[in-house]
């Protein structure tokens, strides 16, 4: 809402909203009017949102238009002797105009014959600094063409007592920094006096002493580098700067001094795929090459204070020469299909790069020290020369992690098979129990060997860890989950359909030996590997990996679980000898029980035997054998629960079925015959005293094994079912 509208007061009723005769609208509010930025649309639309709709607004406003037209009128009429009276006292107006006309036209006519004055002096003196600047130009063209010419004749005088060959090398290498300098003088007055006929004719003249310069710089600068003489060499690189030719210095040096050596070094032989095409002793001797044969050019051209920082013979002529012996003699160094070779061959050429860089590697992460290269800056820009990254594409590191891959990953996969232990796994690792555990500790490791690992491509072989960890917890989890379920089981989980509780143990102990060996010595070394990335970077590895290792230690509730299960379904054999207690308590000549079914004793014969055997012994914790012992003993006895408890239910449905029976007969045969087999027992009762001489049975083994029955949530269900009256609340076995 605008300040305008918001600053109305409150009407106090509907008529109030527009106005009457008496009175202006509150509405009206004539301040808005006189700003500059008065805009009518909002200021109605202010006025419709917070007072009346539009059609209504439309007609007050016309009707407020009307009474202020007849306002007007009336005012006009009322005052009308005072506007008649203002236009008489108006006299000789026009004749006071037309003398106030006279001087002001004069006026007007001296200001333009003044300004025409000003702007015929203005054309002129701009003609005048045209000529005056074109008078310049001509002349700075005259002048650079004469000194272009005393130039190239200079330049032909100096070339041609070059030539005489009477000077020392120091002396010709001097005259031909001199030359160069003279070179770049005659390209700028050249460039200054262009499209003339007295240039292009000077510009052959000039031409033909560059091609003779180009000649005799070429052959001091060679000698002085056969001969090693530091201030030829120092002249000559100056004269490559001065004359703006400084690929042409690298590429001599390349060709005269690096080319040979590559030679010698790196055979010309065809490549049979041997040791041969390793390059760690070819990497050595160019090294030695450098320090005994380029250090002084190096140095020269390193240092700050020559100004020849210009110039790259790192990259662009011993580089350049060593991709280009390698690529036309053992281009099989570059192939990433013998991954060992591969590997060795691409850390010896990154050891190499930053011996060029004057620096010292770990890991292909470089750290400059004083060297060739005086400056951190002068690292990166070697770094971004064109044949250093075509140096380092020749490596597909992608390709080579592919491989890996494929080696590591696919190794895992073919072994996980379920294959009982055998005295080669035993061997091969002394703590793990099954081959499957065996491969996936050596995968692992794999991942971070120093003849496997890639420090560019470390995230990768991050990923494929995690994989690997990932794909041995699906393989476990997979397979039990299968068992469970009865679905259909994936290649790789045909194992658990034989498993034994015990074959479950192994996996249990391996894992807890994986979970162990992950989280103690394989993230210490890949943490010592990795110490030179920051501590962000080392945090998220951590917690990946301690991540991955939480997925896997997941698993074993659900292995336990299973164990407990084939345990239990063992047992539940023996509890189909219940079927017979109820037949034989149903018979009425049968007295009430007084022993235990022969049953009881073989419900936890497998649970004993398992936790007694060598393999739970040797390879479980007494933690891990507590809780598959409560565990077990708790299912099998809900189990137990479920089946006596059905069958005794059962049993009283049947016995009251009967009951009701007899009872009939009994009517329709007299009361003679109602008091026979009173007192005796029901069959139902002897059924509760035999399951309850089952029970304390089963209680007195559930205390041999170290548990008190009562702890036991089933077993006080089952107790309270089939126990009598007057020991029901407590538990005595």
């Known amino acids: 809402m605008s300040d305008s509208v918001a600053s109305l007061p409150s009407p106090r009723s509907a008529a109030d909203v527009f106005w009457d005769d008496s009175r202006p609208p509150l509405w009206f509010n004539p301040s808005p009017f006189l700003s500059p930025v008065f805009d009518s649309e909002s200021f109605i639309s202010d006025l419709l949102r917070t007072f009346v709709p539009f059609d209504t607004l439309r007609s007050e406003l016309r009707s407020h238009v009307t009474s202020l037209n007849s306002e007007l009128l009336d005012r006009i009429n009322r005052d009308y002797a005072d506007f008649v009276d203002l236009s008489t006292k108006l006299v000789d107006i026009d004749a006071t105009a037309t003398r106030m006309r006279a001087p002001l036209l004069e006026l007007r006519d001296e200001i333009n014959t003044f300004r025409g004055s000003v702007e015929a002096a203005r054309v002129a ?13 001509a002349r700075e063209v005259l002048e650079s063409s004469l ?7 200079k330049v032909e005088k100096l070339i041609q007592e070059q030539q005489d060959g009477a000077s020392t090398r120091e002396t010709q290498s001097m005259v031909l920094e001199r030359i160069a300098s003279e070179l770049s003088r005659i390209k700028f ?9 007295f240039i292009e004719n000077l510009e052959k003249r000039t031409q033909s002493a560059s091609v003779l310069f180009d000649a005799s710089l070429r052959h001091c600068f060679v ?23 400084i690929k042409n210095a690298e590429e001599i040096f390349r060709a005269t001094i690096v080319a040979p050596f590559m030679r010698k070094v790196i055979a010309h032989e065809a490549y049979d795929g041997t040791s041969g095409d390793e390059l760690e002793n070819d990497y050595r001797q160019i090294k030695l090459f450098i320090a005994k044969d380029c250090e002084m050019l190096l140095e020269i051209s390193s240092n700050d204070k020559s100004g020849l920082h210009v110039f790259n013979f790192l990259a662009n002529s011993i580089l350049k020469e060593v991709l280009s012996a390698i690529q036309k003699v053992k281009p099989g160094v570059f192939s990433p299909g013998r991954p060992t070779e591969f590997l060795k061959n691409y850390k010896a050429s990154l050891d190499f790069l930053a011996h060029l860089e004057g620096g010292f590697s770990h890991n292909t992460i470089y750290f400059f020290c004083e060297g060739y290269y005086p400056s951190r800056s002068a690292v990166t820009k070697f770094r971004a020369e064109a044949i250093c990254i075509e140096f380092m594409k020749q490596w597909n590191v992608g390709v080579y992690f592919s491989l890996r891959f494929q080696e590591i990953a696919g190794g895992l996969d073919s072994s996980l098979v379920f294959i009982q232990d055998s005295d080669s796994d035993k061997q091969s690792s002394p703590t793990l129990m099954l081959r499957q555990s065996v491969t996936l500790l050596e995968s692992l490791r794999s991942c971070w060997k120093e003849d496997v690992l890639v420090f560019s491509a470390a995230d990768k072989f991050l990923r494929l860890a995690l994989q690997l960890l990932s794909r041995y917890c699906n393989w476990v989890s997979s397979a039990v989950n299968a068992r469970k379920s009865n679905a259909s089981l994936t290649p790789g989980c045909e194992w658990v359909v034989s498993a034994t509780a015990e074959d479950f143990v192994y996996v249990i102990h391996d894992v807890n030996c994986i979970v162990s060996e992950v989280r ?21 590895v951590r917690k990946s990996i301690l991540q991955g290792v939480e997925s896997l230690q997941n698993v074993l509730p659900l292995v336990k679980k299973t164990i407990i299960e084939v345990i239990v379904d063992k047992s539940v054999e023996e509890l189909s000898q219940l079927k017979g207690i109820a037949a034989t308590c149903m018979m009425s000549n049968k007295p009430l029980p007084i022993r235990h079914s022969p049953y009881v004793v073989g419900l936890l014969r497998p649970l004993k035997a398992f936790l007694e055997g060598d393999k739970a012994r040797h390879y479980l914790t007494h933690e891990t054998r507590e809780e598959l012992l409560l565990g077990t003993l708790t299912e099998m006895t809900r189990r137990y629960y479920e089946l006596a408890a059905g069958r005794l239910s059962d049993a009283r449905k049947t016995e009251t079925y009967l009951q009701k029976t007899r009872k009939n007969a009994q009517k329709r045969a007299g009361a003679a015959a109602s008091g026979v087999a009173d007192h ?3 069959g139902t009762e002897k059924m509760c005293m035999q399951l309850f001489l089952d029970l304390q049975e089963y209680g007195r083994n559930i205390c041999a094994l170290g548990l008190n029955p009562a702890d036991i949530e089933p077993y006080c269900s089952l107790w309270k079912c089939v126990a009598p009256p007057d020991r029901q609340n407590k538990i005595s076995v």
């Open 125 to 137: 003196r701009a003609s005048g600094l045209n000529e005056r600047y074109d008078a310049a130009v």
């Open 147 to 153: 000194e272009a010419f005393r130039v190239v004749s």
């Open 189 to 197: 007055y050249m460039d200054h006096a262009q499209n003339l006929p």
């Open 223 to 245: 000698v002085g580098l056969n001969k090693r003489d530091s201030i030829v060499i120092y002249n000559c690189l100056r004269a490559y700067a001065a004359s703006d030719n």
């Open 520 to 540: 103690g010595d394989y993230l210490g070394h890949i943490s010592h590997y990795l110490s030179s990335c920051p501590s962000e970077v080392l945090d998220v």
């Open 680 to 682: 005796n027992e029901s």
